[in-house]
């Protein structure tokens, strides 16, 4: 099968998106599919990457307010797509990229949308709930109308699509790297060090975007050190509000370790932390959190995002969406005996497997 994939906002610093579409290329590879990617760029570049993906890059321009992300006009996204005569087009872009699914459909091409993100809670933190509700359901029947099949990686982030009665969703659910994310990556020297001593490290990994509430955790880290509670907080990634983080955490045990380009590296943090946090509440699947969780370390979770679907309470906490609920988690998740919380941490990630994601994308690509 010759499958094309299709990503906007993929760039050398995305994340949870990029790591997935990355991800089920290589599995689809690996089962005999051709496979061809098309992503925004500075400049026109084709490559085979290791994993036999064939990347197309296309120039794109960068969208400001957004950190560096690019996105591709759907008149040069759609013309490679054309070169490549695909039997099937997976689209991570429900957004610059929707008309692909009518696309598909006019030349007798098999259709999948990936909705990795809430329309109505990313619209909702600029609008009125109401209004966001109204817009998001417009724009959700026209996808589950254009597309063959719309794909949901939890009930969290189907609850758009199943409130406008769309019958043809899939569920699949993505996986984690078990052998990068590794709780042998722990290491006490490691773990010092970034403690700098503080008797316990947290560690919040991720784009540094509004929607993922990253003061959440500094504002939680605060209140502990004002209750007491000796704790350091490594913040790993960058973003749009990565200066006004770093203002916020003026004078408090924050540290900002900005964009780690090696995997390896940010699964040693990981395994090397007590508490994962990841406070967003607009999370659709969190795959930072799931990593966390491969490495041993458990994740204190906002309770109204997709991953209180994921997360456990043996193997971490969900939290209110407030500073305080945070902090209390932390303490309640490090109440817990530190070898249990790691053991059933990585039992809990054990549970979701790229290849297992790879057989869902692939039934829906047939089904």
């Known amino acids: 099968m010759r499958i094309v994939q299709v990503a906007n906002f993929y760039g050398p610093r995305s994340g949870g998106l990029r790591t997935a579409v990355d991800e089920l290329g290589t599995g689809y590879v690996r089962r005999g ?3 061809t990617l098309i992503v925004p760029g500075p400049v026109a570049a084709n490559e085979v990457l290791a994993s036999g993906v064939v990347r197309v890059t296309v120039p794109a321009p960068v969208l400001p307010f957004t950190g560096g992300y690019r996105a591709a006009r759907f008149a040069s996204v759609a013309a490679v797509a054309a070169s490549a005569a695909p039997d099937v087009i997976e689209v991570s872009d429900r957004l610059t990229l929707r008309r692909m699914g009518v696309w598909a459909r006019e030349r007798d091409v098999g259709s999948v949308m990936i909705a990795h993100e809430r329309l109505d809670r990313l619209l909702g933190q600029v609008l009125p709930r109401a ?6 359901d417009v724009a959700n029947r026209a996808t589950a109308r254009d597309y063959d099949k719309v794909v949901c990686t939890t009930a969290f982030a189907a609850e ?3 409130r406008i009665g769309a019958s043809n969703l899939c569920r699949v659910p993505l996986g984690v790297d078990l052998e990068v994310f ?5 290491s006490a020297a490691l773990r010092d060090l970034a403690r700098r001593g503080a008797e316990h490290l947290l560690i919040h990994c991720g784009r540094l975007s509004v929607e993922k509430h990253v003061h959440r955790s500094v504002d939680a880290v605060a209140l502990l050190r004002d209750s007491g509670i000796s704790v350091r907080l ?3 990634g960058d973003g749009p509000v990565m200066r006004k983080l770093k203002r916020r955490a003026e004078g408090l045990p924050v540290d900002f370790a900005g964009y780690l380009g090696s995997r390896a590296e940010v699964a040693a943090l990981m395994a090397s932390s007590d508490v994962a946090l990841a406070p967003g509440p607009h999370e659709t699947f969190g795959l930072a959190a799931l990593e966390a ?9 906002s309770q109204r995002s997709a991953l209180s679907e994921i997360v456990r309470a043996e193997s971490g906490a969900l939290a209110p969406d407030t500073a305080m609920g945070v902090a209390q988690a932390i303490l309640a998740v490090l ?3 530190a070898a249990q919380r790691r053991s059933l941490a990585r039992e809990r990630a054990e549970q979701f497997s790229w ?9 829906a690509f047939v089904g």
Do not use: K, N, S, W
């Open 182 to 186: 590794h709780p042998e990556r722990r």
């Open 335 to 337: 109440d817990l005996p």
């Open 234 to 236: 490594l913040i790993v």
């Open 160 to 162: 758009e699509f199943d």
């Open 293 to 301: 969780l491969a490495t041993g370390t458990p994740v204190v979770v």
């Open 131 to 136: 209004v966001a509700q109204t817009l998001a």
């Open 355 to 363: 290849p297992h994601a790879v057989d869902g994308m692939l039934a």
């Open 33 to 35: 599919h051709h496979v």
